[in-house]
Structure formats: structure tokens, C-alpha cells
């Protein structure tokens, strides 16, 4: 089955960019969603089909996906951008299923 | 707006069958566009996808649940349902339904844009 790997943590300080990596076999091909979550709450929407943003999120979030590797970048971190982040796509090569990374917890310092 | 509610019980026994069901409102289950899923979320851990299901009844599972697991739909009462047999500890989760956009076109799976708060589910006797 495909595997989406994230790194557990990432620490960044406040104004600085965060970027949290997505690495699957050829991900660049597929299409990548990200979602965030706050502690005690569902998974929200963030990034979907690689790049685009939903209503309300802000442009300096954003997101790329090319080769081996999907990208979630946020610039001018804040505060409130701690979060728990999870990449996820759906794999139509064997049995046509959903999948998500492990998730990386996002420390702002 | 569109809102998605998990319902059933917070206690299950080992070995005995997990029943979840997810009602929606502001919004109609036969849509074309969408497919509705199951994750979960064991405690302090990350999401597994367990399943989806068409308005037509059309399903798909994890291949790592796919024994254990059945989704199914009512459309008349605009809800679908979970049920996991033969739980364990291991099935301890919070359960999130969710929708996924659907491109009917290209056949492209989208993301889950929305989903209900989560219902917690221990598994003890």
C-alpha cells in the first residue's frame, strides 16, 4: 500500500517560515490535500489539489507538490499556527484507497 | 452550511460490533459530487481512513479493515452508518465522518472539506 511520510515535529519562530514535507513514491503525480488540527478538534481543510487554498485561509499559506515530495509552507508563523498538520492522498494504483501521513506537530517557539 | 454529526455509543465491549452513525444536514447526501467517509484517530496518534461510500451505495474500505468493516447508507433519512465487528483495544478512537469532493469527470478522489466533531469510542468490558 502507499505511504506518506512526515516528519513527527517541526520548530519554528514566531515571523519565520515553516515548511512541513509529504514524501511518497512519485507523489508529484497524485493529488495532495493538508489538513490542520487543533487539539481536542476535527481536521480542517488547508491546502487541496496540491495548491489551492479554501475560503478563508490566508495566501501565505500555501503548498507544492513535485517528485517525491509534497511541501506545506507557512510564512510569518504565528502563534495560533501551532497545530497538528496531516498530508493526505488517494491512491487509485491498488485498491483504491485514502491515505494520510503520520501528521507533524507544528511548534511555534 | 453544511454540518455532519457523529451518534452512537462511547463504550463498546471486546469482540463485540462498533455502530456509528453520521447525519447531515444543510446539505443532501445524493449529491453526484461527493463521497462520504469514515476516519479515526487512536488517542494521541494520527488518522486512518476507513472507508467511503456513494448515495449509490457503492463502497470503498481499507484493506487492513476491510474484513471487519461495513459502511451503508440511508438515503431517506439523508445519513450513513459504520459498523466494525470483533473490536479491541486497538479500535479505541475518535471516528470522524467527513465528505469527500468528487470530480465524476476525471474520476478524481478530492479532499474531505468537511467533517463532524468526532465521536470518542473506548473499547473495554
Known amino acids: 500500500s502507499y505511504v506518506l511520510t512526515q516528519p513527527p515535529s517541526v520548530s519554528v519562530a514566531p515571523g519565520k517560515t515553516a515548511r512541513i514535507t509529504c514524501g511518497g513514491n512519485?507523489?508529484?503525480?497524485?493529488?495532495v490535500h493538508w489538513y490542520q488540527q487543533r487539539p481536542g478538534q476535527a481536521p480542517a481543510l488547508l491546502i487541496y489539489y496540491d495548491t489551492d487554498r479554501p475560503s478563508g485561509i490566508p495566501e501565505r499559506i500555501s503548498g507544492s507538490n513535485y517528485g517525491n515530495t509534497a511541501t506545506l509552507t507557512i510564512s510569518r508563523v504565528e502563534a495560533g499556527d501551532e497545530a497538528d498538520y496531516y498530508c493526505?492522498?488517494?491512491?487509485?494504483?491498488?485498491?483504491?484507497?485514502?491515505?494520510f501521513g503520520g501528521g507533524t506537530k507544528l511548534t511555534v517557539l | 452550511q453544511l454540518q455532519l454529526q457523529e451518534s452512537g455509543p462511547g463504550l463498546v465491549k471486546p469482540s463485540e460490533t462498533l455502530s456509528l452513525t453520521c447525519t447531515v444536514s444543510g446539505g443532501s447526501l445524493t449529491s453526484s459530487n461527493f463521497f462520504w467517509g469514515w476516519i479515526r484517530q487512536p488517542p494521541g496518534k494520527g488518522l486512518e481512513w476507513i472507508g467511503n461510500?456513494?448515495?449509490?451505495?457503492?463502497?470503498y474500505y481499507n484493506p487492513s479493515l476491510k474484513s471487519r468493516v461495513t459502511i451503508s447508507v440511508d438515503t431517506s433519512k439523508n445519513r450513513f452508518s459504520l459498523r466494525l465487528r470483533s473490536v479491541t483495544a486497538a479500535d479505541a478512537a475518535v471516528y470522524f465522518c467527513?465528505?469527500?469532493?468528487?470530480?465524476?469527470?476525471?474520476?478524481?478522489?478530492?479532499?474531505?472539506?468537511?467533517w463532524g466533531q468526532g465521536n470518542l469510542v473506548t473499547v473495554s468490558s
Open positions: 512519485n507523489i508529484g503525480s497524485k493529488s
Open positions: 493526505q492522498v488517494w491512491d487509485r494504483s491498488s485498491d483504491n484507497q485514502g491515505v
Open positions: 461510500i456513494y448515495y449509490n451505495g457503492g463502497t
Open positions: 467527513a465528505r469527500q469532493r468528487w470530480r465524476p469527470v476525471t474520476g478524481t478522489r478530492g479532499p474531505f472539506d468537511y
